[in-house]
């Protein structure tokens, strides 16, 4: 049997600078708050919490504690609530995501109606739909979702961690309907390489497995689009594989999102080599061949 992982696969600049970020605070404070999970991969979560890095779901749960913006963002009207409350804030938003919602409040102001390729509860969709304050903006999960709703003057950014395809879709079909369209192509580079490099990988192999968060939109996505090519299973740790999985299969690719840590891989990686390989262990990503 034969294992490789995919050529860019894991923590993406966004995520390691927010734990970046998140450690260094606990160095400096007794106990800091997130608003929500930092990232979306529960592993990392709990690890930080030993730290003193705790989620909270409101502000009034913060008390005096510094507080840290996730890598996903918040709301405007967050950012507002925590100057009034004089807390320190920490703001470990994804340049990526900062990026997106300059451009939603440029399009609004500029008197646009505003289209949002993405999910409608994941908390960076919240957090650009408010930066449009002068119409609410429009978010839909796929193209057919368009109908009748487009504006003579449209302006259209994706969630950041959507697929290239389906945006390029939404694209025609709001140039198809409205006399002008203003287009932000805010996929974040990060996502479509590893989705570019999982659909090649999966195309290789007989089994793929897709690591990351179950809450996690970019590794549901690597999952939603290498099942096409290949057997495909979503896991968050290693100890989720089961052995009949690999009854039969030669191939087996390995690929993670972007909030999945290397030591989860690694583990992955090395239980599948303890069950059919008599290869050498990996000591860390760089020891796992790549396809």
């Known amino acids: 049997m034969q294992v490789f992982l995919a050529k860019h696969a894991g923590f993406c600049f966004g995520v390691k600078r927010a734990v970046k970020i998140a450690t260094r605070s606990s160095k400096l404070h007794r106990e800091v708050n997130t608003l929500g999970d930092i990232i979306h991969n529960p592993q990392v979560v709990d690890d930080l919490k030993l730290k003193g890095i705790i989620p909270v779901n409101s502000l009034e749960q913060c008390g005096k504690n510094p507080v840290?913006?996730?890598?996903?963002?918040?709301?405007?009207?967050?950012?507002?609530?925590?100057?009034?409350?004089?807390?320190?804030?920490?703001?470990?938003?994804?340049?990526?995501?900062l990026k997106a919602q300059k451009q939603v409040k440029k399009a609004d102001d500029r008197g646009y109606q505003v289209f949002i390729y993405g999910d409608a509860d994941h908390p960076e969709v919240l957090s650009l739909c408010s930066f449009a304050e002068k119409r609410p903006a429009i978010v839909f999960s796929h193209p057919s979702e368009l109908t009748d709703r487009v504006q003579p003057k449209s302006a259209v950014i994706s969630q950041t961690t959507k697929d290239l395809?389906?945006?390029?879709?939404a694209i025609c079909k709001l140039v198809e309907e409205c006399s002008e369209l203003l287009v932000f192509n805010t996929i974040?580079?990060?996502?479509?390489?590893?989705?570019?490099?999982?659909?090649?990988?999966?195309?290789?192999?007989?089994?793929?497995?897709?690591?990351?968060?179950?809450?996690?939109?970019?590794?549901?996505m690597l999952a939603k689009l290498s099942s096409p090519y290949a057997e495909t299973y979503?896991?968050?740790?290693?100890?989720?594989?089961?052995?009949?999985?690999?009854?039969?299969?030669?191939?087996?690719?390995i690929s993670a999102g972007a909030s999945t840590p290397d030591n989860i891989i690694v583990a992955t990686y090395n239980k599948i080599i303890d069950w059919f390989g008599d290869l050498p262990k990996a000591a860390n990503v760089a020891d796992i061949p790549v396809h």
């Open 68 to 97: 840290i913006i996730r890598s996903h963002g918040v709301s405007s009207q967050v950012y507002k609530e925590l100057q009034e409350l004089g807390v320190e804030v920490i703001d470990a938003t994804c340049p990526f995501v």
């Open 165 to 169: 395809a389906g945006f390029k879709e």
């Open 188 to 220: 974040c580079t990060a996502t479509e390489i590893r989705q570019r490099h999982t659909v090649n990988l999966a195309k290789e192999v007989d089994l793929i497995l897709i690591i990351g968060g179950k809450n996690s939109s970019n590794t549901k």
């Open 234 to 253: 979503h896991i968050e740790t290693a100890e989720e594989l089961q052995k009949d999985w690999f009854t039969g299969k030669e191939k087996i690719g």
